[in-house]
């Protein structure tokens, strides 16, 4: 009988290396495990380990008071074979059952299953989770006269029950998520070697993109073919042309190391070059940089349901004839996948034409063009919708701060309280000044729109915050500026979601805004899609629409027909501290709120534990200067982006006062810190 150094001297390797390869207790390349098989294969007789070996597994078999189960699996390093076999050794032995795991790597491995299947009655049932559709695996499943349960998709067999993850539908809500987070170039990533699983997730994806209204682009769908193709060259054909996509979805948890290797070595910002999501399970994903946004396996429904297929086939078969059971038609289980999104994926900012927003810092100006601003001493004037608060104060410096390093003059500041006849007149008699640059926040769609074309007319540079009237179709004006709203509602949804979780509660109330905004409509979308995607266990229960300041009656409205909610989500700051007026009138400052941008009044409700939990918050600082940066690109005949798009700041109590001094470039006020200070609840986290 062979031993262990017999082994490695005919394969011309380590006896630690034999070890390795038997025990699977280190990586060994593919060709030194080929030579080590081979030479177990080859040898006169068993050698001595591997029957110790398979001595081993039947002591663990007999020793079984109900009977044992084979659990044959590839990979088992695999975080979804790891985690599929530590569920169900925990369910099957609290049910009293022994359960063996088998590795089935190779056909030297398979044949010792097949000889423990052959030799044992004491196994009474197998389950199964391979990757790969090599047939020596089918064989021996398709030989089984006792119970085998499925484990995944990659058993292209429909003569077993199978639970398995549903991947077409991981991939269709996957690329959906991507869809309406605002993009539309999306690439996938995937493995040509396991068919079954490739086509039902081809599917998901085209039928995402044609649900979607876009067209599948072949170059987008990168297969890896084989072992020697290189990631890295299909990432570098698929990212170096023009046509470049804006988010990528991988189909193998195996590719991420790769991926995020060529991202970091070619300075592709992730999620801002490129959002990223990949199906499947890996463990490391929340501790990438940026973390991974996940399609994860449901292990633990996946096992829960195989398990009671298995216990329901050992009870039949202990009631019925053996092949009656065996030969009974199959059941096929389709678990969801729960959708993790961190931060490699990023809801890309569109315009109110549906462009695609640009950062800000593509906006600079070299030393030459400031200078020639200088010499040609530009003059602008800034047009507010309402003016005195914060937000007009910071946004006013902001472009100052632009302006006064380049020689611009503001020449003339005006606000009309959101009247826009008033609004009206002020641009006329602006336009008699013959100002250069025009930054204007137009007050309505409709009812400012022909004065406004009364600019373009002009030499006038018109630079639009916030929207754009009706009548302009992307034309005629330098840009428009705005927060990135899809980023903003995905902070407010994320921070709402999370608290509620955090505190056992789930059903949740939405106030927003009733005119047709295009801003405001993105951010109250995006804050729906994050809590339909990210947090299943949570519950709209009905939303309110407001437009003419009802926004006090709208929530005691909402309660009285919903008094089972929990959080309710407010489009914006103002209506926000209506809705905890009336929350704290009908005694329900149980109630928490999330909505968006920082001022006082919210601030102070934050600080002092009130109902306000939770907001994402413009920077109209930079928002200004983004806008200054656009006029003087304008002026100086530049080509400028249509939508320049400015991140928000996501805002607790915990970073209340780090995020006031960021947004409003000085410190709190004292009350606010003083109220922090005194908050009990806060204090004590």
Same mark, same amino acid.
Not at 87 to 110: P, Q
Not at 190 to 211: P, Q
Not at 289 to 307: F, H, Q, T, Y
Not at 346 to 357: H, L, Q
């Given at each position: 009988?062979?031993?262990?150094?017999?082994?490695?001297?005919?394969?011309?390797?380590?006896?630690?290396?034999?070890?390795?390869?038997? =025990?699977?207790?280190?990586?060994?390349?593919?060709?030194?495990?080929?030579?080590?098989?081979?030479?177990?294969?080859?040898?006169?007789?068993?050698?001595?380990?591997?029957?110790?070996?398979?001595?081993?597994?039947?002591?663990?078999?007999? $020793?079984?008071?109900?009977?044992?189960?084979?659990?044959?699996?590839?990979?088992?390093?695999?975080?979804?074979?790891?985690?599929?076999?530590?569920?169900?050794?925990?369910?099957?032995?609290?049910?009293?059952?022994?359960?063996?795991?088998?590795?089935?790597?190779?056909?030297?491995?398979?044949?010792?299953?097949?000889?423990?299947?052959?030799?044992?009655?004491?196994?009474?049932?197998?389950?199964?989770?391979?990757?790969?559709?090599?047939?020596?695996?089918?064989?021996?499943?398709?030989?089984?006269?006792?119970?085998?349960?499925?484990?995944?998709?990659?058993?292209?067999?429909?003569?077993?029950? @199978?639970?398995?993850?549903?991947?077409?539908?991981?991939?269709?809500?996957?690329?959906?998520?991507?869809?309406?987070?605002?993009?539309?170039?999306?690439?996938?990533?995937?493995?040509?070697?396991?068919?079954?699983?490739?086509?039902?997730?081809?599917?998901?994806?085209?039928?995402?993109?044609?649900?979607?209204?876009?067209?599948?682009?072949?170059?987008?769908?990168?297969?890896?073919?084989?072992?020697?193709?290189?990631?890295?060259?299909?990432?570098?054909?698929?990212?170096?042309?023009?046509?470049?996509?804006?988010?990528?979805?991988?189909?193998?948890?195996?590719?991420?190391?790769?991926?995020?290797?060529?991202?970091?070595?070619?300075?592709?910002?992730?999620?801002?070059?490129?959002?990223?999501?990949?199906?499947?399970?890996?463990?490391?994903?929340?501790?990438?940089?940026?973390?991974?946004?996940?399609?994860?396996?449901?292990?633990?429904?996946?096992?829960?349901?195989?398990?009671?297929?298995?216990?329901?086939?050992?009870?039949?078969?202990?009631?019925?004839?053996?092949?009656?059971?065996?030969?009974?038609?199959?059941?096929?289980?389709?678990?969801?996948?729960?959708?993790?999104?961190?931060?490699?994926?990023?809801?890309?900012?569109?315009?109110?034409?549906?462009?695609?927003?640009?950062?800000?810092?593509?906006?600079?100006?070299?030393?030459?063009?400031?200078?020639?601003?200088?010499?040609?001493?530009?003059?602008?004037?800034?047009?507010?919708?309402?003016?005195?608060?914060?937000?007009?104060?910071?946004?006013?410096?902001?472009?100052?701060?632009?302006?006064?390093?380049?020689?611009?003059?503001?020449?003339?500041?005006?606000?009309?309280?959101?009247?826009?006849?008033?609004?009206?007149? $002020?641009?006329?008699?602006?336009?008699?000044?013959?100002?250069?640059?025009?930054?204007?926040?137009?007050?309505?769609?409709?009812?400012?729109?022909?004065?406004?074309?009364?600019?373009?007319?002009?030499?006038?540079?018109?630079?639009?915050?916030?929207?754009?009237?009706?009548?302009?179709?992307?034309?005629?004006?330098?840009?428009?500026?705005?927060?990135?709203?899809?980023?903003?509602? @995905? =902070?407010?949804?994320?921070?709402?979601?999370?608290?509620?979780?955090?505190?056992?509660?789930?059903?949740?109330?939405?106030?927003?805004?009733?005119? $047709?905004?295009?801003?405001?409509?993105?951010?109250?979308?995006?804050?729906?899609?994050?809590?339909?995607?990210?947090?299943?266990?949570?519950?709209?229960?009905?939303?309110?629409?407001?437009? $003419?300041?009802?926004?006090?009656?709208?929530?005691?409205?909402?309660?009285?027909?919903?008094?089972?909610?929990?959080?309710?989500?407010?489009?914006?700051?103002?209506?926000?501290?209506?809705?905890?007026?009336?929350?704290?009138?009908?005694?329900?400052?149980?109630?928490?709120?999330?909505?968006?941008?920082?001022?006082?009044?919210?601030?102070?409700?934050?600080?002092?534990?009130?109902?306000?939990?939770?907001?994402?918050?413009?920077?109209?600082?930079?928002?200004?200067?983004?806008?200054?940066?656009?006029?003087?690109?304008?002026?100086?005949?530049?080509?400028?982006?249509?939508?320049?798009?400015?991140?928000?700041?996501?805002?607790?109590?915990?970073?209340?006062?780090?995020?006031?001094?960021?947004?409003?470039?000085?410190?709190?006020?004292?009350?606010?810190?003083?109220?922090?200070?005194?908050?009990?609840?806060?204090?004590?986290?």
């Amino acid at each position: 009988m062979a031993s262990i150094k017999d082994i490695a001297k005919m394969a011309g390797v380590s006896t630690a290396t034999v070890s390795h390869v038997i =025990n699977k207790t280190r990586y060994v390349s593919p060709e030194l495990v080929d030579k080590v098989e081979n030479a177990i294969k080859n040898a006169d007789s068993p050698p001595k380990f591997v029957v110790r070996r398979q001595k081993k597994i039947r002591e663990s078999i007999y $020793q079984s008071q109900k009977g044992a189960l084979l659990y044959i699996c590839q990979d088992e390093d695999d975080n979804y074979i790891g985690e599929i076999w530590n569920k169900l050794k925990k369910l099957m032995e609290s049910s009293g059952y022994t359960i063996v795991r088998c590795n089935c790597n190779s056909e030297f491995e398979m044949s010792i299953i097949n000889k423990l299947l052959s030799d044992n009655n004491g196994i009474i049932g197998v389950f199964v989770s391979v990757k790969s559709d090599k047939l020596y695996a089918q064989n021996i499943i398709r030989s089984l006269q006792i119970p085998c349960v499925i484990i995944g998709n990659e058993v292209d067999d429909s003569a077993f029950d @199978r639970v398995t993850t549903d991947i077409y539908k991981a991939a269709y809500d996957c690329t959906m998520h991507f869809i309406r987070s605002g993009h539309e170039k999306i690439a996938i990533l995937m493995d040509n070697s396991l068919k079954s699983y490739n086509n039902d997730f081809m599917k998901g994806y085209e039928n995402a993109l044609k649900d979607g209204g876009i067209k599948l682009k072949n170059r987008y769908v990168l297969y890896k073919y084989s072992y020697d193709k290189k990631i890295s060259d299909m990432l570098s054909g698929l990212l170096g042309g023009n046509d470049t996509p804006s988010a990528l979805l991988i189909t193998d948890s195996d590719y991420i190391y790769s991926v995020y290797r060529y991202i970091m070595k070619r300075n592709v910002r992730c999620p801002k070059d490129l959002s990223i999501m990949c199906v499947g399970n890996e463990g490391s994903a929340p501790y990438l940089n940026p973390a991974l946004s996940m399609a994860e396996n449901d292990c633990e429904r996946i096992v829960g349901k195989a398990v009671e297929l298995m216990l329901d086939k050992i009870k039949e078969l202990s009631e019925n004839d053996k092949y009656e059971v065996i030969l009974k038609k199959p059941s096929k289980i389709l678990v969801s996948a729960k959708m993790i999104i961190r931060d490699s994926t990023i809801g890309t900012a569109r315009g109110p034409f549906g462009e695609r927003g640009a950062d800000m810092h593509t906006l600079t100006l070299t030393e030459k063009e400031m200078d020639i601003c200088r010499m040609k001493k530009f003059t602008a004037v800034i047009v507010y919708h309402y003016i005195g608060a914060s937000f007009m104060k910071l946004h006013e410096q902001g472009v100052r701060d632009v302006f006064d390093r380049l020689g611009i003059t503001i020449i003339a500041v005006m606000g009309c309280q959101m009247d826009f006849s008033m609004q009206r007149k $002020q641009i006329q008699s602006l336009l008699m000044l013959e100002p250069d640059i025009m930054i204007a926040f137009p007050v309505n769609h409709t009812m400012t729109q022909d004065v406004f074309k009364e600019v373009i007319r002009t030499k006038t540079k018109l630079v639009f915050m916030g929207h754009v009237p009706d009548g302009f179709e992307g034309k005629g004006y330098v840009s428009c500026i705005n927060v990135n709203e899809r980023s903003n509602g @995905r =902070n407010i949804g994320r921070g709402l979601g999370d608290y509620l979780l955090l505190n056992h509660k789930k059903n949740i109330g939405i106030i927003r805004y009733g005119h $047709q905004f295009y801003a405001t409509n993105q951010r109250d979308l995006a804050v729906e899609q994050i809590i339909r995607e990210e947090y299943p266990e949570l519950r709209i229960c009905a939303t309110e629409v407001f437009s $003419q300041k009802d926004e006090y009656e709208k929530t005691k409205e909402l309660l009285t027909w919903h008094p089972e909610i929990d959080g309710i989500y407010v489009s914006w700051e103002g209506p926000a501290i209506k809705v905890v007026e009336a929350l704290h009138d009908i005694n329900r400052e149980d109630i928490i709120v999330a909505t968006s941008d920082l001022d006082f009044s919210v601030a102070l409700d934050m600080a002092k534990g009130g109902c306000i939990k939770v907001l994402s918050a413009q920077q109209p600082f930079e928002e200004g200067q983004a806008a200054a940066l656009c006029g003087a690109n304008a002026v100086l005949g530049k080509k400028v982006p249509s939508f320049v798009a400015v991140e928000p700041v996501f805002v607790t109590a915990e970073n209340l006062i780090k995020s006031w001094n960021a947004i409003y470039k000085s410190k709190a006020p004292r009350e606010i810190i003083d109220a922090l200070q005194k908050n009990e609840q806060f204090m004590s986290e």
